[in-house]
């Protein structure tokens, strides 16, 4: 294996091999502490412009399944990073392994850094950009892009309008932010018409039930013309639901500021609770920016609020149908515990 | 927020250590107990067990060293009159009693409210139809068997559940009649056998070499769910969990897998409504995502100490929380001492747990894995690579191996078969079957254990590979030893592989250890903080790895830590008291000023819980870790005096690389040790001791033997609860174990001894500075010397020695101590005949009666000592040992019904899992409370008596005089009879499984006739497949109390002949001697 390093903003440089495309690259250098999931986590298209850092070291250990098991059609984080990779894997419906998918997509990874250290360094210092190296490889890049004045929506977004289970009863639209597999599916399974519109498309020219709001990655600053498009859905009363990035722009369509955290949550074990109740949940989060809940006009309030940090989790509207949460209630990866969210916002329609 | 009616708790504790059921509830009681004087609740305690922490003063109000059975906790109900119950830290002990008082009204009766799981819930979960039910309910999967009465409905059933399956003949013992099918044809045949023994079979789908993973869940009653932590069998279904090692977080599981299993989970304990924690096992097919709930725990249980240890979550203080009322959102993180409570713990390591057996201590045992659990004890390693975790984690059991690769070479005969059969050497096996070539798919064909473990155990032996082709230290280039760290490699391996010297293997690996250095290849420290790095944790819960470039933290500098090196897995011979002895030390260092900072991997134990200490090294106790430790910590000392034996081992080592040991010197404790040198130093003051000789040729020990005469002892001389130590009759026996012994030690001589008959044996308990005596304890043993103090009944203080011995024993031990300049704890044992007073065996340390002698004393031993180890001048106590007015008997629980085919018997090598100890105003209060505490029963009806030699029957006449006038029918083998009748006393003849004459012995048991056995084997010699054999197990195998010792049984049957349960008198610890 060739020898690969990660050298951060700040100089700092960690040193391990490469197990897949010799290529350099650049990102933001995120964590996450999920402890399964790659495949999900890898194409999962809010990681866009990113290098994920597991903390969890044992990696590639079940594979590669089909990509019908995927959350997009391909890796979409800039390169992985992890302690202990397996080059060996044993599950029954894998089809290649982690390191011969990387290299079919042409995306670095390393193994064999001290990834609590890390970790560590990005959650005392907050994220930072980082380059990949890679011995032998003589294109590496020399200077660090600006992740967060990027639009990486515009590049995950679908270009054109794609519909599913045409016909059903109720019609909602997607606004495709980078949307995960997973999302669809789940809407799909409880038998509505999805409407998958990209992600500036002016969607109130449509008829529709209901309107959902997708993740997606980067800044949602980045996205006026979805955020109008949010405004002009308002002025009608029809339930809107939106995830993460969903979040962040149903927010600022409702006049609310959103932030960039420290080191973002990137986990399947965030404890988020109910506002004004004692029932809480655990989450799949992955999210560098959050609504400033001190922002919230009179009409809005909180709905979840992260149990660790005290961070907003989610809005609701007084008094009409419009919901969002920063957790992936979709789960794929993570916990399974707010998916009745879908139900609630199907009841809606 | 809590229940504010509750003031007063009952806590069930567990009882004796037994197979099964072990430290982990020692660990949870405690947690508990803190939990709820933290709450400023009043806290009553019932537990037997007096070694544990749990039981020790100022962790409940009150403590009941009592049976945890009905009867008892009823009693002590009546007279505490607490407000609320807690079942579920007990196991299944405490779960039992409780369920049972319960149905019979008591909690009702007295107003009890039982705190956290509702009892229905409990009741759910434990009976398997209702379980069942429950489950279909919600549309969970469970495993489902179907009982037929012919071959044809057998045919009907298999169809419908799909083959494999498993065929179980009803009500047959021992499995007569079962097995795997695989088609029709082979369902056919063995069902027609099945039922030449029984009507009635039972058709299960069999789900052989499916997974096996656990989910450890929480909720509270607001239906808040967590859960803490998810583990994976290595090996595949079959094998009992205790029995495998285990691995947390699951590792070949997709994250489809993973939460499709916790989302079943979460739904089973809300459905069932547990309140607190709880376990649920699950099978998963490895083909396909299809499951099978195999049960669900409604209590804290072994897994869940585990997981408590593998993720930093303290689950039954939780649990206990919980059962106050509170939510998991009222909770703090243990850790992070910031975040919330209701989170699931990310680890950035892997955990690996691996049992430990001491089959090879029982005669005729099945060496089997199956369905049933045989393991002691168990260790978790941590490492940030798998090989790394498991490596350590075999060095870790303590039986001779180095890691997965450079183990003495262990012959078999048939590979194909023993990776088919497992059993405890299954490791060992998959290691000799890789070197004779096995690849991943041979081994994984016939074991069924996931290729992916497999192929990490091949990167182990690739790497050992590469390390053969060095041929010495300097062709090891750096990448390669950096690769071998990673993946666990000891310095003694990589040594042993490059081939260095194997003369000196100590000097060897110190060598590549200084190679290390200079390359500046060093483990870092790694903090295991619940959430993988996310959020700063001021955690002290520590493990060592090499995978990593930076640690967490660095040493105190203010030479102010002291290092209290653990007792490591338990094992038959090291137990909960080292755990207890350690959690003292740790207690008074940090009292005095001193930061305390344990190294010990035993996840049963409370010392390994992170709150215990300053700094918590979950890591190894090899002399290479330790040293790594020590250089890390620079501490101002090192306790080796407190962990058993396996900390004083290192004491010499440790001292040779300039580590300051606290308390007696290193020197000492080897002269102490060694016995050629004990034995110079004994002679030299004049201390009489059993005649000995170190052997080294066969003509030596004939002509030994010529001069003392059959029985001797035979042992190496560094032993460790009798390991290989053995009492030979004959010359044949002396040959057996010649051979063993021989395996066991290179360094040191085998030491054959005369063995003395009919001597009491007597314990001297004390703590020395500066070689004075400041304060002792002298215990006798019930039984005559031959049985291992280990297993002994213990009496404390001593009612029947002569003032003389007691004289001559304090005199003695006042020599040894001043000759070895003793500061600290230390034990002698004595054999005493007629006041001639021999010294049988000295350590320079804690011994596993120092906790019940100073809870009997009420003055802490351990305490003190760590005190005198502090180098403080500490005066001597007031307290002695003749001031009592009370008893305290330890009495040894046995786990014989646990290992198959066994035989039943006490000898020289230890074979007791757990102790008791029990205080009353007189023996016979003490005996009978003990008794009853390790299971006896008083029987109603009649007694089986073969009382062994004419000098044991002469023994045992007095007790059995007292049966017969009590009213019980007697029984009796035909020379037992004999003797009895010639003595005037009615009784029955029977007859020995070998005689065909009516009535048979074995009858009597299967009828219940006899509801207590005393059989005394006639002499010391192994038990073969005799008649005695045959009785004493049929005894274990249906739960018949048995007594194998006439000076035990004389006393038991004295006690329960004398005076009545309800004599006995209810009174907490404090309330004796006030």
């Known amino acids: ?349 | 927020m809590f229940h504010l009616t509750i003031h007063k708790v009952l806590l069930l504790g567990s009882g004796a250590l037994k197979i099964g059921e072990a430290g982990e509830f020692d660990y949870s009681g405690s947690q508990a107990l803190k939990a709820l004087r933290e709450e400023g609740l009043e806290t009553v305690l019932i537990n037997p067990n007096i070694a544990t922490v749990q039981t020790s003063e100022g962790v409940a109000d009150k403590i009941y060293f009592l049976p945890v059975t009905p009867y008892f906790v009823e009693r002590v109900i009546a007279k505490e009159r607490p407000d609320g119950i807690f079942l579920s830290f007990g196991g299944q002990t405490a779960l039992n009693c409780g369920v049972e008082l319960y149905k019979s009204g008591v909690l009702d009766r007295y107003g009890v409210k039982v705190l956290g799981t509702p009892v229905q819930s409990i009741i759910d979960t434990e009976d398997r139809e209702i379980f069942v039910h429950r489950l279909d309910e919600i549309g969970v999967k469970t495993i489902r068997s179907e009982a037929v009465d012919t071959v044809e409905q057998a045919l009907q059933a298999a169809g419908r559940l799909g083959y494999p399956v498993i065929v179980r003949a009803a009500y047959a013992l021992g499995g007569l009649g079962s097995g795997f099918c695989d088609n029709e044809g082979e369902l056919r045949l063995l069902c027609e056998k099945a039922f030449s023994f029984s009507p009635q079979v039972l058709i299960e789908k069999s789900l052989k070499g499916w997974k096996e993973i656990e989910y450890e869940v929480v909720r509270d009653r607001f239906d808040n769910c967590i859960t803490v932590c998810n583990m994976e069998n290595f090996d595949p279904l079959g094998i009992h969990t205790g029995e495998s090692i285990v691995i947390a977080p699951s590792q070949t599981l997709s994250n489809s897998e993973y939460h499709k299993l916790r989302e079943l989970a979460i739904r089973i304990i809300r459905h069932i409504g547990i309140v607190g924690e709880c376990n649920v096992q699950y099978a998963l097919d490895p083909e396909s995502e299809d499951y099978r709930v195999i049960e669900v725990n409604a209590r804290l249980s072994r897994s869940s100490a585990l997981a408590s240890k593998a993720t930093g979550y303290p689950l039954a203080f939780v649990a206990a929380k919980l059962g106050l009322g509170y939510g998991l959102f009222d909770l703090k993180n243990a850790v992070t001492k910031s975040t919330s409570a209701f989170f699931e713990p990310a680890l950035d390591y892997v955990v690996c747990k691996i049992p430990r057996w001491d089959l090879g201590k029982f005669h005729g045992v099945d060496r089997a894995l199956g369905s049933s659990m045989k393991s002691v004890g168990e260790v978790m390693a941590i490492g940030r690579t798998f090989e790394e975790a498991i490596q350590k984690g075999l060095r870790m059991i303590g039986q001779g191996m180095h890691g997965f690769v450079e183990n003495k070479e262990l012959v078999i005969s048939d590979v194909d078969k023993a990776l088919r059969e497992p059993t405890d050497k299954r490791i060992c096996v998959i290691s000799e079957a890789f070197d004779a070539g096995y690849t991943v798919d041979q081994i994984h064909a016939l074991t069924k254990i996931d290729k992916w473990f497999l192929c990490k155990l091949k990167y182990i032996m690739d790497t050992d590979a590469r390390l053969h082709a060095c041929h010495g230290l300097d062709n090891l280039s750096v990448d390669l030893l950096r690769l071998a760290k990673r993946q666990g490699f000891s310095d003694f391996q990589i040594a042993h592989a490059i081939g260095m010297d194997a003369e000196d293997m100590e000097q060897a690996s110190l060598l590549v250890r200084a190679r290390r250095k200079e390359l500046g290849i060093l483990p870092v420290v790694k903090q295991i903080d619940t959430l993988a790095g996310e959020f700063p944790a001021q955690t002290n819960y520590l493990y060592l790895t090499y995978s990593g470039v930076e640690s967490d933290v660095q040493g105190f500098d203010d030479d102010s830590a002291i290092v209290v090196l653990g007792s490591g897995a338990y094992r038959i011979g090291s137990s909960v008291e080292f755990d207890w002895c350690g959690v003292q030390a740790l207690n008074t260092i940090r009292r005095e000023g001193y930061r305390g900072v344990m190294v010990n991997y035993n996840p049963e134990t409370v010392s390994t819980d992170y709150d215990i200490c300053d700094r918590l090294y979950f890591d190894e106790l090899t002399f290479e870790r330790i040293m790594d430790i020590l250089e890390i910590e620079s501490p101002h000392g090192v306790i080796v005096s407190t962990g058993g034996q396996i900390p004083n081992n290192h004491a010499l080592r440790l001292a040779q690389q300039g580590v300051r040991i606290l308390g007696t010197s290193a020197e000492s404790i080897d002269n102490a040790e060694d016995r050629d040198k004990f034995s110079a130093m004994l002679d030299r003051i004049g201390v009489d001791q059993p005649e000995w000789s170190a052997l080294t040729t066969m003509e030596d020990i004939h002509a030994f033997i010529g001069r003392v005469g059959f029985p001797v002892l035979v042992r190496p001389s560094y032993v460790l609860s009798g390991a290989a130590m053995n009492v030979c009759s004959n010359y044949d026996e002396l040959n057996r174990f010649l051979t063993l012994a021989a395996n066991v030690s290179q360094k040191h001589p085998v030491v054959v001894s005369r063995f003395i008959e009919h001597a009491k044996e007597v314990e001297m308990d004390a703590v020395a500075q500066d070689g004075e005596i400041v304060a002792y304890a002298i215990s006798e043993h019930i039984e005559y010397a031959g049985v291992h103090s280990g297993d002994a009944t213990i009496q404390f203080p001593p009612q029947k020695l002569y003032v003389e011995t007691v004289r001559r024993i304090k005199r003695i031990s006042r020599e040894i101590a001043r000759e070895l300049n003793i500061s600290g704890p230390f034990n002698i044992q004595y054999l005493a005949r007629e006041n001639d007073i021999k010294v049988i065996e000295c350590n320079l340390r804690a011994s596993r009666s120092f906790p019940f002698v100073s809870k009997v004393l009420k003055l802490n031993l351990i305490e003190l000592a760590t005190r005198v180890m502090l180098g403080q001048k500490v005066e001597k106590p007031s307290k002695s040992l003749f001031d009592l007015d009370y008893v305290g008997i330890k009495a040894s629980q046995f786990s014989f019904n646990r290992l198959q085919n066994a035989d039943p018997v006490l000898g020289v090598d230890m074979a007791s899992t757990g102790e008791v100890g029990c205080i009353g105003e007189d023996t016979r209060c003490a005996i009978l409370k003990s008794m009853l505490s390790v299971g006896y029963r008083i029987p109603e009806k009649g007694i089986l008596l073969s009382t062994g030699d004419a000098c044991q029957k002469a023994d045992m006449l007095p007790a059995v005089r007292m049966l017969a006038a009590k009213g019980y029918r007697i029984y009796a083998t035909d020379g037992t009879s004999a003797f009895l009748s010639r003595n005037g006393i009615d009784n029955t003849t029977v007859y020995w499984p070998d005689d065909p004459r009516m009535p048979q012995a074995l009858d009597l048991l299967h009828s219940r006739e006899v509801d207590m056995v005393v059989n005394i084997p006639k002499n010391l010699t192994v038990g073969e497949l005799d008649n005695g054999y045959r009785i004493r197990r049929a005894a274990i195998d249906l739960n018949i109390p048995l007594l194998t010792n006439a000076r035990l049984a004389g006393a038991f049957i004295a006690a329960f002949c004398t005076m009545s349960v309800d004599d006995l008198a209810i009174k907490s610890w404090d309330e004796y001697g006030n």
């Open chain 1, 1 to 349: 294996m060739n020898k690969a390093t990660l050298i951060l903003d700040d100089g700092t440089r960690f040193c391990g091999y490469s197990f897949c495309a010799p290529r350099g690259t650049a990102g933001e250098v995120v964590f996450n502490t999920a402890m399964t999931g790659y495949p999900e986590s890898l194409t999962d298209p809010s990681y866009a412009g990113q290098i994920m850092v597991l903390t969890y070291p044992l990696v590639g250990n079940y594979g590669v399944p089909a990509p019908e098991l995927w959350e997009s059609g391909r890796i979409h984080a800039e390169a992985l990073i992890v302690s202990d990779y397996s080059t060996d894997y044993s599950h029954w419906n894998a089809r290649e392994s982690l390191g011969q998918w990387l290299r079919r997509e042409h995306v670095p990874a390393i193994t064999g850094i001290d990834t609590r250290a890390l970790t560590q360094l990005l959650r005392e210092h907050g994220v930072m950009m980082g380059r990949i190296e890679i011995e032998g490889d003589q294109a590496s890049p020399a200077s660090f892009p600006d992740y967060g004045s990027e639009n990486y929506v515009e590049k995950v977004s679908c270009r054109e309008v794609i519909r599913y289970n045409e016909g059903a009863p109720k019609r909602v639209v997607l606004v495709d932010c980078g949307v995960k597999a997973n999302i669809i599916r789940c809407l799909q399974r409880r038998g509505v018409e999805i409407v998958r519109v990209p992600w500036d498309y002016d969607f109130n020219v449509l008829s529709y039930d209901g309107l959902f709001l997708s993740n997606g990655p980067g800044n949602p600053d980045n996205c006026p013309q979805a955020v109008d498009n949010i405004r002009k859905a308002m002025q009608a009363d029809k339930p809107i639901f939106g995830i993460c990035m969903g979040n962040q722009l149903l927010a600022k369509a409702g006049g609310a500021k959103v932030y960039k955290l420290k080191y973002g949550h990137r986990s399947h074990n965030q404890p988020v609770g109910m506002t004004g109740t004692n029932r809480c949940f655990i989450t799949s989060q992955n999210h560098g920016y959050a609504v400033d809940a001190s922002t919230l006009s009179a009409d809005w309030e909180p709905l979840f609020e992260n149990m660790n940090d005290g961070s907003n989790e989610g809005i609701r509207h007084n008094g009409k149908p419009w919901f969002s949460v920063q957790f992936h209630p979709e789960a794929a990866a993570g916990p399974t515990d707010t998916q009745f969210l879908f139900d609630d916002f199907i009841s809606m329609l």
